[in-house]
């Protein structure tokens, strides 16, 4: 969809933007993903490959934590869409990557090992 916009209105678009985003992001979320996003701001979804969880937080980049199987942080992922989207157009774009093409999604992503202190998304 293309829509023209002045920069007079860029923030509002970019506001109900990201507002359409997130609502479709929680029509795709299981009841418990949509309570832990809406609590947390981060959901946990299963890598379709490996079983592997990875916890999405609310973000653009560098929001994936790869968890271990006690759930303790592991490492960070980064992959995103082509395109300038807003957040929950991206985080709905790497919950569905990961669900159905873990290992390929993974093939085009950057790995850090970060440590698990306080996050800021």
């Given at each position: 969809?293309?829509?023209?916009?002045?920069?007079?209105?860029?923030?509002?678009?970019?506001?109900?933007?990201?507002?359409?985003?997130?609502?479709?992001?929680?029509?795709?979320?299981?009841?418990?993903?949509?309570?832990?996003?809406?609590?947390?701001?981060?959901?946990?979804?299963?890598?379709?490959?490996?079983?592997?969880?990875?916890?999405?937080?609310?973000?653009?980049?560098?929001?994936?934590?790869?968890?271990?199987?006690?759930?303790?942080?592991?490492?960070?992922?980064?992959?995103?869409?082509?395109?300038?989207?807003?957040?929950?157009?991206?985080?709905?774009?790497?919950?569905?990557?990961?669900?159905?093409?873990?290992?390929?999604?993974?093939?085009?992503?950057h790995r850090s090992f970060v440590s698990s202190g306080p996050r800021r998304f």
């Open positions: 969809m293309v829509v023209a916009r002045s920069s007079s209105g860029s923030r509002s678009f970019r506001f109900e933007t990201e507002a359409r985003a997130l609502a479709l992001l929680k029509g795709w979320l299981s009841p418990a993903q949509r309570a832990c996003y809406e609590r947390f701001r981060y959901f946990d979804v299963v890598g379709s490959d490996t079983g592997t969880r990875y916890r999405i937080h609310h973000g653009t980049q560098t929001n994936i934590e790869e968890l271990s199987s006690t759930g303790h942080h592991v490492c960070k992922w980064c992959f995103v869409p082509d395109g300038d989207l807003v957040a929950g157009d991206v985080m709905l774009a790497q919950k569905i990557a990961l669900e159905t093409n873990e290992r390929g999604a993974l093939s085009v992503a």
